[in-house]
């Protein structure tokens, strides 16, 4: 573990330099630490995939005394492999008319339309960072048989709710938004709200289940197919 300063109010915990799971249950752990203290004095904590970053009351704390006080709470850091976690279903609807690259993926796999269907709605997803966005989940690890790069243009618009994979992760875009991840298809959960303190349902202490629907189904729970 590695604290560095930030800005003149914050600093960033370093767990690892790479990206896993084990880093991701480092990541999860300190973070529930951290909030289990309701210390006001800890402005925003703000978990990433291999980080923490946390803005302090600079009344309460100076940089050093912040670096010896989290050195010392997440020393004897325990992880345990996560258990019991909240899964929340997200319905899907699959086709072309929303899916722009659903043909490009299954190309790209040597398979069938279907079996990415299959293959990408199959696992439960662990949420590895919340980021770009408010409610913007990062959920890892697709099956290697569909993993796909990132598009090489950026689409200027991606429609809200639009479900993604890029490399070997999968997410859901909660706005209108620019980006470059292949869409395969489109959710009418709404991944943004207000009234909620993380400002989504989807937390790092969620796990996410992709549910394929048909197009009736996503229309009548409030879907819409932009042309």
């Known amino acids: 573990m590695e604290i560095k300063v930030a800005s003149v109010d914050s600093v960033i915990i370093y767990f690892d330099k790479t990206i896993s799971k084990n880093t991701s249950l480092k990541v999860k752990a300190a973070y529930k630490i951290l909030k289990s203290l309701e210390d006001t004095a800890l402005i925003e904590i703000v978990p990433s995939y291999t980080s923490i970053l946390i803005t302090y009351d600079i009344f309460k704390y100076d940089i050093n005394s912040i670096k010896v006080f989290l050195k010392e709470l997440l020393k004897d850091l325990k992880i345990e492999e996560e258990k ?4 929340i279903n997200v319905d899907v609807y699959y086709g ?13 796999a040597n398979i069938s339309i279907d079996e990415v ?12 960072a919340i980021g770009f966005l408010p409610g913007f989940a990062y959920l890892a690890a697709i099956d290697d048989r569909i993993i796909t790069p990132r598009l090489k243009t950026p689409r200027k618009k991606i429609p809200k709710g639009s479900v993604a994979i890029a490399d070997n992760q999968s997410a ?19 991944l943004f709200d207000k009234n909620l303190e993380s400002l989504s349902p989807i937390t790092i ?10 197009k009736e189904e996503f229309l009548k729970q409030g879907g819409q197919i932009e042309f």
């Open 172 to 190: 859901i875009y909660p706005q209108n938004s620019p980006g470059g991840w292949n869409i395969l298809g489109k959710t009418a959960f709404e």
């Open 84 to 87: 019991d976690l909240k899964v």
């Open 117 to 128: 269907i299959k293959i990408h709605s199959s696992k439960v997803y662990d949420v590895y």
């Open 205 to 214: 202490e969620s796990r996410i289940k992709f549910n394929p629907i048909t």
């Open 96 to 108: 072309d008319d929303v899916g722009f690259d659903l043909e490009k993926v299954a190309l790209n």
